[in-house]
Each structure stands twice: as structure tokens, then as C-alpha cells.
């Protein structure tokens, strides 16, 4: 009976998921099988590169409505229309006195938050792969949070991976 708190808790319970075999790493079979122009997959082929996703790093400065919950839960919804991206699911946690944390959960990956309402700060991660276009996003959040303040850093996800593999 001692198991018992592992199954209150969900682990090791079948999902639907089937573990992932991390033992054999990135072989030159199963990075061709990713480089290949005609696999269809997620991965991005872009100016001459291959990268699992574009990840945006947004900050958005001077907002308001940083501290609405629904606010938030539409800004992610309406960034996924816009963006052409898939929602799976919403999840967002309203702080006492302030603050907003949230996830949306995408089939091409996620839209995250955390808000600092009282400086009118919102940290937002926009992270998609395939055919989704995650700049939109940034257009979206600036009309959302009545601001034109707002920093963006791009990421290109596995990008040095792939580089690095086909180099050797």
C-alpha cells in the first residue's frame, strides 16, 4: 500500500503517452530523418535552417489589465486565432493582492504569462512550431494591454542542435 500516494498523485498511470527512448540521443539516421525536406513534421525550414520552433520572449511594459484573469485568457486565445495556432487548453492563476499566472497549452507548444500589474509589467513566453506564426502574437498583446511598450527576443528552438549535427 505504500504506492498509494503515487497513484493519488497520477504517476505511473498510463496517459495515452508513450515514454520517449532518451538513450539514443541524436544519431545521423534520426537527424537526416528531421533535415529532410519532404518528412512532414513540425520543424521549420526557414532561410536555409531547420529548428524545432521560434520562441519569443515578449515583455510587455506599461500595460494595463494585467491583473484580469479574463483579460489574460482572451489576449491568449486571440493570439492563437491570429497566430493559426491550436488551443488545447487555457490555465491561469489570479495572485493575491496582484499578479496573473498562465499557460495556454498549444498542439504547436505554448503561450505563458506573469504579470507585475503594480509596474504595469507582463512576462509572456510565445513558443510555436510549424506553419503557426508567433510574431502576430506581439500585435495582439500591444492592443490588449493598451501599450506600444513592448520588448521582444527571438529564440529559434533546436536550431544549434541541428547546425551542430549536420556540421560533424
Request: glycine share 10%; net charge negative; with cysteine.
Amino acid at each position: 500500500m505504500k504506492d498509494a500516494n503515487l497513484f493519488q498523485l497520477g504517476i505511473g498511470l498510463e496517459t495515452g503517452a508513450h515514454e520517449e527512448d532518451t538513450a539514443r540521443g541524436v544519431t545521423a539516421a534520426n537527424l537526416d530523418a528531421v533535415v529532410d525536406s519532404d518528412r512532414e513534421d513540425h520543424f521549420i525550414r526557414k532561410d536555409g535552417k531547420v529548428f524545432a520552433g521560434t520562441h519569443l520572449i515578449i515583455e510587455v511594459m506599461k500595460g494595463t489589465g494585467l491583473d484580469c484573469e479574463e483579460r489574460i485568457q482572451n489576449a491568449f486565445r486571440k493570439c492563437v486565432d491570429v497566430c493559426g495556432a491550436t488551443l488545447l487548453h487555457i490555465h491561469t492563476h489570479k495572485f493575491s493582492p496582484q499578479g496573473v499566472s498562465g499557460v495556454a497549452v498549444l498542439a504547436e507548444s505554448h503561450i505563458s504569462v506573469h504579470t507585475w500589474p503594480e509596474i504595469g509589467y507582463g512576462a509572456f513566453d510565445v513558443f510555436m512550431c510549424g506553419d503557426a506564426e508567433p510574431w502576430k502574437a506581439v500585435g495582439v498583446l500591444k492592443e490588449a494591454f493598451n501599450t506600444d511598450m513592448v520588448e521582444v527576443r527571438e529564440l529559434l528552438r533546436g536550431e544549434e542542435l541541428i547546425a551542430k549535427e549536420v556540421a560533424a
